[in-house]
């Protein structure tokens, strides 16, 4: 279903998809508060990338 430009689902939706952290060393999702990964424990955690088209 596509997303038509209503400004408020559009915000739901970047929340949703790009507000988590990534982990450098196994990959992982983690919550966007997380300070370790949830799998390896790493403290090396990086936001998820935005790329624009």
């Known amino acids: 279903m ?9 915000a ?3 929340k949703h998809r790009f507000q ?3 982990c ?3 990959g992982a ?3 966007p508060d997380a300070v370790k ?3 390896c424990r790493s ?4 936001p ?5 088209k």
């Open 12 to 14: 739901i939706v970047m």
């Open 2 to 10: 596509p997303i038509t430009l209503d400004p408020e689902k559009l």
């Open 37 to 39: 990964c949830r799998r």
């Open 20 to 22: 988590y952290k990534i």
């Open 48 to 52: 998820k990338r935005f790329r624009k």
């Open 29 to 31: 999702k983690n919550p």
């Open 24 to 26: 450098r060393e196994c």
């Open 43 to 46: 403290r090396n955690l990086r």
